[in-house]
């Protein structure tokens, strides 16, 4: 969970020093205090809403609030929490199973019901969900869009008891269970709505869920979330009395304050913060995989980029791990695959040749294929991508004998809206984060010829064919192998070139241990524990 | 004086509605795509995009859309109805929770600067080319020459994390003593240039044939200074610091930000990134008016402090 605007802001170039412990659990002296709460960052939510949520902060809260249906192991595969079992046939109508004894924070039991309500709710356009395209793979979906929608639920939603729910999908979607794991897919309470559908005034401001913590007073905005222990929770109890969810605008104030104990966890550190981030805080400067993928991509409908072959020549000549290292100094890691090594399918160097850097044959293949002689680079200059992108053009320069400027638009937006319009831009940066953990969430909305992040006019028939091979296969295993062979079509067209990897920089002060980021930049709540 | 200041009231209806048009166009010109800006990099589903764009008029575009928009708005904030920030939220209910402790952070800073700035400005005035001026010479232009941006951080890292002796941030509700450090480094720009501005008035005063003159019948220096050269001295001063006040109040976007204090400018500069128009628009229309205020007051003021002013 994410916005994809903090992916934009996370590339920066980084400056961190160079072999440190990764992985230990830093701090880990000291006993554990189950009586204390712990004080993290976060920015100010744009909603408090699990189907408007979709950024890192509310979505943080929102984790702390609400149990999901199903979380992610080691291997981001998915397993049931709130579920008991979520089980299909055909990846088509899908049988989700509720654990009993679970209520809500105001004491409302959780059934069935809850999970329908709010799903319908966050599918219905007129209420303006942020969250809503994740029910379009739901049967009956099209009929709740529009300014006067047809109908006001679901058809695909179905009661079947107080536990039991199914769910029918408009095509088979193996993938399906790996989604419910997204904030968009908590229930919600009767108390949540003051009619059918619609929701109640003033809900957002204290939230009730069915999670391990419960509100303690109400959000106050700009200043900080504050969640308690909920005893009557029935699942793994947290290992701290509370979480104090403070608000930052500027993360070097959160830096700050982690470095003089007054706040626990910073989620991100800082870029100017990161070449000093290891001797301020030791080994409670710690770093995690996150699923963020950096790409160079071309407008495939412009004439000079039509070829596949002056793409990979590009790709050939640029230095991806001198780049890393000497521009974010190990912070990202360089990337030869379209899709990143946090999903389940991911294989090294499916770009294969168009990966190694190779400045000889790279510009003896772009001479033959008639590569144009001048390239811009595109990119938005909010986000600190001008370093990364200068020395691109510089490998570019020396490596191809080409004229190379990068350009800069002030937002992303900018730039998405020339896109949009087919503007000259020349070849231009992206970001991706991924929303569940599936192969399929780094292919279809990127490449797809319908995708909804498909900037570049790319569209294979081919490839679309086996995204929806994949999405209908029987198995995960099966819908992997038709993914992979997907990837490997990726690989022969070179629409954008991979580049790097993301990672989440964090630090936490002396008086927490066990502390952990998630895939989805959130700080896990169970584990988390206080230090005496 | 009445006559003064009830023209001097019309006159501020006239510059708050022609400033409010024209911050009102700069965002409307200003604008990319607010619905795309708010998302971040992450596509916007049709359906969202036709709900915000319903909500916040963002279909009305070109000259008659802009006339359209503004006039809506300006009909509901004559209604005291400031709209919403396009997260959904009162601007109104946003405002009435930073003023207040934007309004202590300011005040903090302004006793900063009357306490240090002025009582150095007339020290180092009387001692004219003394230690003590020329040492605050220095100071001074170190302090002008070094901006907040440089300033905020540096204070908070050496008195905040290094030496804790203030705390690093201050965030919600903070106490006084929270406040103290991000109010010295927001006062410190201005103490600067109060104190400058008070010694070159109070050195020319001392030279001035009025003081001649009372030296002369024998009155002693001390009411010579504090009664007679200062409140001729302090007629720049007030002007300066009467326009200060508002620079305090709106310019404390670098110093909330460091200090985390969720003020006026902590919101207006979150509003400028997400290209919130309805957020910056309504915080720029109260800023106007502490300036309209803030500029009648110390205009009041000089018929106080000098007694050849008088409006009529």
């Known amino acids: 969970m994410r916005v994809r605007r903090l992916a934009a802001w996370t590339a920066l170039p980084l400056a961190v020093t160079l072999g440190l412990a990764a992985c230990g659990s830093g701090g880990s002296g000291g006993k554990s205090d189950p009586n204390a709460a712990v004080r993290i960052e976060i920015a100010e939510p744009q909603h408090l809403v699990p189907t408007n949520t979709n950024e890192t902060s509310g979505s943080q809260v929102l984790a702390a609030l609400f149990s999901p249906l199903v979380d992610y192991d080691e291997a981001n595969k998915p397993h049931e929490v709130a579920a008991e079992s979520v ?418 920089n964090f630090g936490h002060s002396t008086k927490v241990k066990n502390v952990e980021v998630d895939l989805f930049d959130r700080v896990d709540l169970l584990k988390i524990e206080a230090v005496k | 004086m009445f006559r003064f200041i009830l023209r001097r009231l019309l006159q501020m209806v006239l510059a708050f509605f022609g400033t409010t048009l024209i911050v009102y166009a700069l965002m409307f010109a200003g604008q990319g795509d607010p619905i795309q800006a708010l998302a971040g990099e992450r596509p916007v589903t049709a359906a969202q995009r036709a709900y915000l764009t319903e909500k916040y008029h963002l279909d009305a575009t070109g000259v008659g859309g802009f006339f359209y928009r503004y006039f809506d708005y300006l009909k509901n904030l004559l209604r005291g109805d400031l709209g919403q920030s396009l997260t959904g939220r009162q601007i109104g209910d946003i405002l009435a929770a930073a003023w207040p402790v934007t309004v202590k952070l300011a005040l903090i800073a302004m006793a900063v600067t009357v306490v240090f700035g002025v009582t150095a400005g007339v020290i180092a005035g009387i001692r004219r080319a003394g230690v003590f001026d020329n040492s605050t010479l220095v100071l001074t232009l170190l302090v002008l020459g070094i901006p907040t941006i440089v300033l905020a951080p540096l204070a908070q890292y050496f008195l905040g994390v290094k030496w804790q002796l203030f705390p690093p941030t201050a965030g919600a509700e903070p106490d006084l003593y929270a406040l103290l450090l991000p109010g010295i480094v927001l006062g410190s720009l201005s103490l600067a240039t109060a104190l400058r501005l008070t010694r070159t008035s109070v050195a020319e005063n001392l030279r001035a044939d009025y003081v001649r003159t009372a030296r002369s019948k024998g009155l002693v220096k001390r009411r010579i200074v504090s009664v007679h050269v200062l409140r001729n001295s302090l007629i720049p001063v007030v002007t300066f610091l009467g326009v200060e006040l508002g620079n305090l109040m709106s310019g404390a976007i670098i110093t909330e930000g460091v200090f985390n204090i969720p003020g006026v400018g902590f919101n207006l500069f979150r509003g400028i990134r997400t290209e919130d128009g309805p957020l910056v628009v309504g915080i720029v229309s109260v800023l106007v008016v502490v300036y309209l205020v803030s500029n009648l007051v110390v205009d009041v003021l000089y018929a106080v402090l000098d007694p050849r002013i008088r409006y009529e």
Not at chain 1, 313 to 338: C, H, L, N, V, Y
């Open chain 1, 87 to 504: 089980t299909s046939s055909d990846n088509k109508v899908w049988t989700i199973k509720l654990k009993p004894g679970y209520t809500f924070h105001n004491g409302e039991k959780v059934t069935a019901d809850n999970y329908l309500d709010a799903w319908n709710y966050g599918a219905y356009a007129p209420n303006g969900q942020n969250s809503s395209y994740f029910f379009e793979k739901i049967a009956g979906y099209e009929d709740l869009q529009g300014e006067k929608p047809k109908a006001k639920t679901l058809t695909g939603l179905k009661k079947v008891d107080d536990l039991t729910f199914t769910v029918t999908l408009s095509a088979p979607y193996v993938d399906f269970k790996s989604m419910l794991g997204y904030t968009a897919f908590y229930p919600l309470p009767k108390a949540a709505f003051s009619a059918p559908g619609v929701l109640a005034e003033g809900y957002e401001q204290a939230p009730i869920g069915q999670g391990p913590f419960k509100m303690k007073g109400s959000w106050q905005h700009d200043a900080k979330v504050e969640v308690e222990k909920y005893d009557a929770f029935p699942g793994q109890q947290p290992k701290v009395r509370g979480v104090e969810f403070r608000i930052y605008q500027q993360m070097t104030a959160a830096y700050a304050d982690v470095l003089s104990d007054n706040l626990d966890v910073i989620k991100e550190i800082p870029t100017e913060n990161l070449s000093t981030a290891a001797t301020d805080l030791g080994d409670r400067f710690r770093q995690s995989p996150a699923s963020s993928l950096q790409v160079l991509a071309f407008p495939t409908f412009q004439k000079e980029f039509s070829k596949p072959e002056v793409r990979k020549a590009i790709s050939m000549a640029i230095d991806r791990d001198e780049i890393t290292k000497s521009i974010f100094k190990g912070s990202q890691q360089p990337a030869r695959s379209f899709v990143s090594p946090v999903v389940a399918g991911y294989r090294e160097d499916t770009i294969g040749a168009a990966g190694e850097f190779d400045p000889a044959k790279a510009k003896a293949m772009y001479e033959a294929a008639g590569g144009p002689k001048k390239i811009e680079l595109s990119y938005n200059g909010d986000g600190g991508h001008k370093d990364w992108i200068d020395a691109t053009c510089n490998q570019l320069k020396a490596n191809l004998g080409v004229e190379c400027v990068g350009t800069a638009e002030p937002k992303f937006a900018d730039l998405l809206t020339k896109l949009k319009q087919k503007q000259p831009v020349g070849m231009f940066r992206m970001g991706w984060v991924m929303d569940y953990p599936s192969m399929e969430n780094y292919l279809g909305p990127l490449y797809s010829t319908n995708g909804s992040s498909n900037y570049y006019g790319y569209s294979n028939p081919e490839f679309d064919k086996l995204l929806a091979e994949g999405a209908s296969a029987p198995t995960q295993d099966e819908a992997i192998k038709k993914y992979q062979a997907a990837e490997d079509l990726l690989a022969e067209d070179m629409p954008v070139i991979p580049l790097r990897y993301g990672q989440n």
